[in-house]
């Protein structure tokens, strides 16, 4: 069966600071993933999505930045943080076509810029 | 740009009480998805709709999507604790483009 796995599950860091979150999907092959960010009391705001490996789509203009090494794994990073960028961040897949298969979700990590 | 809205903002209810979501577009929609938040939690998929009027069923949830596949509609029939979380929908524009309904807070009061 198909799991997804991200991590940390929390964060608490410094304004200015770098960024690494990973995840890593194991049960499938050449899936569509995805990095999310949910503010507090919003809904789901899509950053970046990866049909392949080193193929990056980003929706939103921002200090963040994502790559896809490998086909299952797929890390957001930032090089500054911003007191801004505290969220909710949530990684997901789906088979190729998440309107008709749907998304799985990662636990998410919950980052507190201070 | 194209939006999906989603009624109310926020519910509240007494335990045993019915519960009821809606996700509108002004468009039509291909196919609608709904998933659920627990407080602190990641979402989950619960349900996918694709034809016109098609009702779907699980236990005490009950998801239907309109007639002209412009709206859906989650209903949960006597609500309980383990029902409370944001409920909302995901569907896709006519430009292929994913789009997701604002979500429903459900509080359930035992």
């Known amino acids: ?114 | 740009g194209q939006q999906v809205m989603q009624i109310p903002q926020y519910q509240h209810v007494q335990e045993g009480e019915d519960f009821t979501t809606y996700c509108n577009s002004s468009t039509t929609l291909s196919n609608i998805q709904w998933y659920k938040q627990r407080p602190g939690g990641h979402p989950v998929f619960l349900i996918q709709l694709v034809k016109s009027g098609e009702v779907k069923k699980q236990k005490r949830l009950t998801f239907q999507f309109g007639e002209a596949k412009k709206n859906s509609s989650l209903h949960i029939t006597a609500t309980q604790t383990t029902d409370v979380g944001t409920y909302f929908c995901i569907t896709k524009t006519s430009y292929d483009k994913v789009i997701f309904g604002p979500g429903t807070s459900l509080s359930v009061i035992p």
């Open chain 1, 1 to 114: 069966s198909q799991t997804i796995h991200q991590w940390p599950a929390t964060l608490v860091q410094p304004v200015g600071s770098p960024l690494s979150l990973e995840c890593t999907v194991e049960g499938t092959s050449n899936p569509n993933l995805y990095w999310y960010r949910q503010a507090a009391g919003r809904g789901l705001q899509l950053l970046f999505y990866s049909v392949g490996i080193g193929q990056i789509s980003s929706e939103v203009p921002q200090n963040l930045s994502a790559s896809r090494p490998q086909d299952r794994q797929f890390i957001l990073s930032s090089k500054k943080l911003l007191l801004s960028d505290s969220g909710f961040y949530l990684c997901a897949w789906s088979e190729q076509g998440a309107l008709v298969s749907g998304y799985t979700f990662g636990s998410g990590t919950r980052l507190t810029v201070v």
